[in-house]
């Protein structure tokens, strides 16, 4: 049975994720920062589905809390054959207005989370000379949204450094891919009215938001052996608003 580490589980994109590859048949462990129920409601409900998961408190900002994270799911579920670095916090406001504090905050979990996760899963990936490695990015990494530079900066750089590892990682059969959300029903979103939200939908194709099921679908065909030839690759789940 192949075992995935999705960060960010306990809730959104994240905890449809951790459903998706359990009803997948896979192995999956979790992580999230603070929400503890969350994190135990969704083991419990696996449970009630004839499935099981687990999930670990740990903050991806913190080198030395993935480092524990790793150790400890590695000893419950063995190597990691899939990683899904999904965690991310939002920023909405001037960019003149953001403190020190409140940039590294977002740096810290939406880009060096993604890093400290894929450091510690790579070296076990090369020995085994496989492994899928997932990135969770944005369409504002692609296009820059206005109010949310922060974030659009650590999404754009989570895409360098997914296309820079593929190429890194190829020759020893890990392939590194990423998804860019559109605007997805989820608790980040929480904070729009829904004028906000019908605005959204009307600017995408589709003419709707999307779904965190939708996400992890996609999310789980990048990292099965359905797309064993694909890598590097950015995809678009967002309803087509991102096209250029
Ligand atoms: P949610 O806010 O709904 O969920 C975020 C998840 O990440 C929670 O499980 C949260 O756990 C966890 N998390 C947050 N910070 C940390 C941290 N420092 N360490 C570990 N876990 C953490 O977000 P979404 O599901 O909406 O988003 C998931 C990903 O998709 C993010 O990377 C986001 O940027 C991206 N995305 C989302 C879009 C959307 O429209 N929703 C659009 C584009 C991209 P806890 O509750 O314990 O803090």
């Known amino acids: 049975m192949k075992t995935t580490l999705i960060t960010g589980g306990s809730r959104g994109i994240g905890r449809a994720c951790v459903l998706a590859f359990a009803q997948a048949g896979w192995q999956v462990a979790w992580c999230y920062r603070k929400e503890k129920e969350q994190s135990l409601a969704l083991e419990q409900e696996l449970k009630s589905r004839g499935l099981s998961g687990l999930?670990?408190?740990?903050?991806?900002?913190?080198?030395?809390?993935?480092e524990a994270l790793f150790s400890h799911m590695e000893q419950v579920l063995g190597p990691v054959d899939a990683l899904v670095c999904n965690a991310g916090v939002a920023y909405q406001g001037l960019l003149s207005d953001m403190t020190d504090e409140d940039w590294r905050r977002v740096m810290g979990?939406?880009?060096?989370?993604?890093?400290?996760?894929?450091?510690?899963?790579?070296?076990?990936?090369?020995?085994?000379?496989?492994?899928?490695?997932?990135?969770?990015?944005s369409m504002w990494g692609l296009t820059g949204g206005s109010?949310?530079?922060?974030?659009?900066?650590?999404?754009?750089?989570?895409?360098?450094?997914?296309?820079?590892l593929a190429k890194e990682l190829g020759p020893s059969g890990v392939r590194v891919n990423c998804i860019a959300?559109?605007?997805?029903?989820?608790?980040?979103?929480?904070?729009?009215?829904?004028?906000?939200?019908?605005?959204?939908?009307?600017?995408?194709?589709?003419?709707?938001?999307?779904?965190p099921e939708e996400v992890a679908g996609a999310a789980l065909f990048l990292s099965q052996e359905d797309a064993s030839f694909i890598t590097g690759q950015v995809l678009a789940v967002d309803g087509g608003i991102a096209i250029s």
């Open 181 to 211: 959300p559109g605007v997805i029903h989820t608790q980040m979103n929480g904070n729009l009215t829904q004028e906000d939200r019908q605005i959204l939908a009307d600017e995408t194709p589709l003419c709707r938001l999307g779904t």
């Open 147 to 164: 109010c949310e530079a922060a974030y659009s900066a650590a999404k754009a750089g989570v895409i360098g450094l997914t296309k820079a």
């Open 55 to 66: 999930g670990f408190k740990a903050d991806v900002a913190d080198s030395g809390q993935v």
């Open 109 to 137: 979990v939406d880009l060096d989370g993604v890093f400290y996760c894929c450091r510690r899963a790579i070296p076990s990936m090369i020995r085994r000379q496989k492994g899928s490695i997932l990135t969770i990015s």
